[in-house]
């Protein structure tokens, strides 16, 4: 079967970094995405990555090791609007997306 | 980026009643599009995958004679749910792809809260 795993909870300091790790077992990979999701809201896209290494987009960056099936995302300066639930998804070889279950981050003061 | 819309944001209605929801890709061609549900505190789960002019496909657990989905352009699907029960009430979003420009990723609406009385 297929599987993504992410921790379901996650609390940090305003301020401070985090990082979000995804696990993932899927059939074929095309790629990992990060979405955020506020509350109430739909997911947003944070970033992409397709080969190994890491991206860097300003406050955040993620990291992927294909040959290990594993991610993180990197929130660095923690704001209190970073409060979300974070998703990490793979695209699978039939290239759809398979979706975690979501991260939900809560920054502290 | 690639804009996609919903409409109605919310809506509320009575048991029994059926309420359609579109989803509009604004400044591209969505040769494929995503429903998916969110209950509160809870991930999102996948409804069905539409193609533009072909029947959508259902996942497991998803009864495709409730949640009727039609993809008949290549902007805009609609879901409708038919004879809607307070068990309904959740948050739909849809999100498009243009996997023929090579886009794996997945643009979102913004939801539609809906609530079944």
């Known amino acids: 079967g297929q599987n993504i795993d992410q921790p379901t909870e996650m609390t940090a300091t305003e301020g401070a970094i985090v990082q979000i790790n995804c696990t993932y077992q899927t059939s074929g990979f095309n790629g990992l995405f990060w979405y955020q999701q506020h509350a109430g809201e739909a997911p947003t896209f944070l970033s992409y990555?397709?080969l190994d290494g890491l991206e860097e987009k300003g406050r955040f960056s993620s990291f992927l090791s294909r040959s290990k099936g594993y991610s993180y995302l990197l929130l660095k300066e923690l704001q209190m609007k970073d409060s979300a639930s974070y998703l990490c998804?793979?695209?699978?070889?039939?290239?759809?997306?398979?979706w975690g279950a979501g991260t939900k981050l809560i920054i502290k003061p | 980026g690639a804009v996609v819309s919903q409409h109605p944001s919310w809506v509320i209605c009575k048991s029994g009643t059926s309420v359609k929801i579109e989803c509009r890709s604004l400044d591209f061609q969505a040769t494929t599009m995503f429903w998916y549900r969110q209950f509160p505190k809870q991930s999102l789960m996948l409804m069905a995958t539409s193609n533009e002019g072909s029947k959508a496909t259902y996942e497991q657990g998803v009864e495709k004679d409730k949640f009727l989905i039609n993809h008949a352009s290549l902007t805009l699907s609609t879901l409708t749910v038919t004879s809607a029960h307070p068990e309904d009430s959740s948050f739909y979003i849809c999100?498009?792809?243009?996997?023929?420009?090579?886009?794996?990723?997945?643009?979102f609406g913004p939801g539609t809260r809906l609530t079944v009385t």
């Open positions: 999100s498009a792809r243009d996997l023929e420009a090579g886009e794996y990723e997945q643009y």
């Open positions: 990555n397709v």
């Open positions: 998804a793979v695209v699978d070889s039939n290239y759809q997306l398979i």
